[in-house]
């Protein structure tokens, strides 16, 4: 069965403090791996698209990395602003192509 | 500027009720999303609409209807079959439903039951 699992569920960091949040996968043909950001009462907003292994992203603080099996969102020096739920999301090419959400990391930055 | 908009913001049903929750986009996009998504859960596919006058089932269909016989709009109704109707739906849409497209989001629609 195709999954998507996000850890940790919730992080909280003192502002300054990077790390890195999970995202694991197993899925048969993977196409694409999304990153989102969802603030409270807010639709989520497109962050990173990722396609194959060993590729890259950047923006701003936020990078994202892909393996053949999981997904990294590092923050560097993370500001208040940076507080959101992230939402990973991997589209399967077998399973009709439709979309799978993880549960998302809340991330908590405090000042 | 374009975008996704929904509404209402909040939405009360009563028991027995079906209500209908607006959708509209000015992106040109093909392809029309609806998700329901509950705390601490990840986001579930309701229905999906491809292109005009189309659309699938998604997940967790049971209790949903829609239509889509414009592009611009995929309304969502809830019908008093979903029993357990509270939750945040969200719209979303992408240029086309072929190929690894980002999606779009609306703000969202909190549907609570009286």
């Known amino acids: 069965e195709d999954q998507v699992t996000q850890s940790p569920e919730a992080l909280r960091l003192q502002e300054g403090e990077s790390s890195s949040l999970n995202c694991s996968y197993t899925?048969?043909?993977?196409?694409?791996l999304f990153w989102y950001r969802q603030d409270p009462g807010k639709g989520p907003e497109f962050l990173f698209t990722?396609?194959?292994a060993g590729e890259e992203k950047e923006k701003e603080r936020l990078k994202a990395t892909l393996t053949k099996k999981e997904s990294f969102l590092h923050i560097t020096a993370p500001k208040p602003e940076d507080s959101a739920t992230y939402l990973c999301?991997?589209?399967?090419?077998?399973?009709?192509?439709?979309?799978?959400f993880g549960k998302g990391t809340r991330l908590h930055i405090l000042p | 500027d374009g975008g996704i908009t929904q509404s209402p913001k909040y939405l009360f049903r009563k028991e027995g009720q079906n209500v209908t929750l607006s959708c509209e986009q000015n992106?040109?996009?093909?392809?029309m999303y609806w998700y329901r998504q509950d705390p601490g859960q990840g986001l579930r596919l309701i229905y999906y609409?491809?292109?005009?006058?189309?659309?699938q089932k998604g997940d967790i269909a049971e209790g949903y209807s829609v239509s889509r016989e414009k592009k611009e709009s995929f309304p969502l109704t809830v019908t008093s079959a979903q029993k357990n109707p509270t939750a945040f739906y969200l719209c979303?849409?992408?240029?086309?439903?072929?190929?690894?497209?980002?999606?779009?989001f609306g703000s969202g629609t909190q549907l609570s039951v009286l």
């Open positions: 979303a849409s992408s240029i086309s439903w072929a190929g690894s497209e980002k999606l779009f």
């Open positions: 899925v048969s043909g993977l196409r694409g």
């Open positions: 990722l396609y194959s």
């Open positions: 999301a991997v589209q399967a090419g077998v399973r009709d192509d439709k979309i799978i």
């Open positions: 992106l040109n996009h093909d392809a």
């Open positions: 609409s491809q292109i005009v006058n189309d659309f």
